[in-house]
Structure formats: C-alpha cells, structure tokens
C-alpha cells in the first residue's frame, strides 16, 4: 500500500474552499479517497472541518462503502450450523455490508450466569479511548461498567476462548481478553467505531501491540425486556439482546481497509438490565 496523505494546511484550505462552495460530503470524500486518504479518515475530516451536524454519517457511509472499501471473503465459516470446538453454534442472520452475522446459542444459560457472578463484585466504570492521547476516559457517552478477563486466565474461560476463536476463525493468541459489561436501565453506549482511526494520534498506543482490530463478538449473557439493542444505524440493522446469542461483525479487509458502515452502539435499556460480554480480535498476537 501506498503512503497516507498527510492533513496538512493545504489540505485545510481545499475542505474549506469547497465547503464555501457548497460542494457535497460525498464529492469531498470521492476526491480524497482518490488521493490516497483511508475511506474512515476521509469521513472524519469532512465532518470536523465544518459540515453542519444534521449532514451525519449515513449519506457519507452510503456514497463511499459500495465502491470504496472491498468485500471480501469473511473468515467465518459458511453454512448454517458452525462446529465451534466443543459447541454447533446456529447461524441465524448473514449480512454482506457491513459483514454482520447473528449467531444463537454460543454460550449456554449457565455459562452466562457463570460470566455475570463472576463479574458482577469486579466491575469498575467503562472508559472509551482518547483520541488524541490514546489514554482511557470516563465519558457520558458510555453509561456501562465493566470488567476485563485475562486469556485463558482458568479452565472455564479458556474453554469459553477456544470456542470463541474457533466460530471467528481467528488465532486465539491475536485476541483480545474477554470483557464482560453491565448496563442498568437508561444505560447506552452511542453509535462508535471499535477499530482505532488512523487519522487519531492516540490510536498508535493501541496498535502498537496486536495492530489493528479486525472484528468483534458481542455476546448477550442475559434477556433484556425492552431496549438494549446492538445498533448500526448507517446499515440499519438491529439485534436484540438474547441470552446465550451475539452478533460478529468485521471491519478490517485483506487490504487494510476500514468500513465505515460498522458504527455501531448499544440502545438505552428501557426494562430491567443488560449484560455482556465482548471480545476484540487484532491483526497480529496481542500481548
């Protein structure tokens, strides 16, 4: 692959000339994916170089995805029963873009009781990723507390990984820890991006070990009443909570590519409470 443009003050003054112009998102985007720039880095200079907030992601997400980032062949196996390890695990949806698959039945209901009494005396508030910094913030946006799991840190949740990494079809040791969060009622998580933008300085505190991620695996540990939905609003794609279920979705190509059709978050709870429990796959082993 080539070098990435940098966003320097040339590049400055053409978003705003052509933003005075009236010149759409989605020309702005085309020129500068043409010019080298990553589909999701593009997305994130039009936006903060002034575009009014009503013009959000979707039209962007739509005008660039199609022709832009590549689909190819997920590593998750076909068919619509997938032998993971020591479990069949059911395919109940396929999405192609964003690549989305929902899955029943990948933990069992004692397992996921296992998973919750084992975190719920450990939780501490969730943070999210300074963009700039690359530290870990406490912000409004993620109303959740959670609980990180080392890698094959017992028996119990290394058979719990093997299987993991047997359904993602991805190496074990590339993985994440698993990471168990709790939601109580009105709690959310608003739309975001799980992959590390590279146009954010923080982002290479993360990608130093591991590299990128490459895709996730929200796994629902118990029945929500009413709310608490996996979301990806560009795509228009919800998923219900389901015990013992979860939802895969990859966002890195063979290419290095990113979609940008994977922004994704957690609906408020609007009955009773919401747990789960998620795991993150890098390019390369994560230490």
């Not at 903060?48 to 022709?67: D, E, V």
């Not at 300074?130 to 028996?155: C, H, K, L, M, Y």
């Not at 998923?239 to 978050?265: C, E, I, K, M």
Request: with cysteine.
């Amino acid at each position: 692959m080539g070098s990435i443009p940098l966003v320097n003050a040339e590049w400055q003054v053409w978003l705003t000339t052509n933003i005075q112009r009236g010149c759409s998102p989605a020309s702005m985007m085309e020129a500068m994916i043409k010019a080298g720039f990553d589909p999701a880095a593009a997305l994130a200079m039009v936006q903060s170089a002034g575009r009014p907030s009503n013009i959000g992601t979707q039209a962007m997400a739509t005008a660039i995805a199609p022709s832009a980032y590549h689909y190819d062949a997920a590593p998750v196996a076909r068919g619509n029963l997938i032998h993971a390890g020591d479990r069949e695990i059911k395919v109940l949806l396929r999405c192609e873009r964003p690549q989305v698959l929902v899955f029943g039945e990948v933990l069992t209901p004692d397992e996921c009781t296992e998973m919750i009494e084992r975190s719920r005396h450990r939780l501490q508030r969730s943070t999210t990723i300074n963009p700039s910094t690359g530290q870990q913030d406490v912000i409004p946006n993620r109303t959740s507390a959670g609980v990180w799991f080392q890698r094959g840190e017992d028996a119990f949740i290394d058979r719990l990984e093997q299987r993991i990494a047997s359904l993602m079809n991805w190496p074990l040791e590339h993985g994440e820890g698993l990471q168990v969060m709790h939601y109580q009622t009105s709690g959310e998580y608003r739309p975001h991006f799980d992959y590390f933008p590279p146009e954010q300085t923080g982002s290479a505190v993360h990608t130093a070990s591991g590299g990128q991620r490459v895709a996730t695996l929200i796994m629902y540990l118990n029945d929500v009443p009413d709310g608490g939905e996996t979301i990806f609003p560009d795509a228009g794609i919800s998923v219900v909570p389901r015990q013992g279920g979860a939802v895969y979705f990859r966002y890195l190509n063979g290419s290095r590519q990113l979609d940008p059709l994977t922004l994704h978050g957690g609906a408020p709870v609007l009955s009773g409470e919401k747990w789960i429990m998620t795991k993150w796959v890098r390019e390369h082993p994560y230490v």
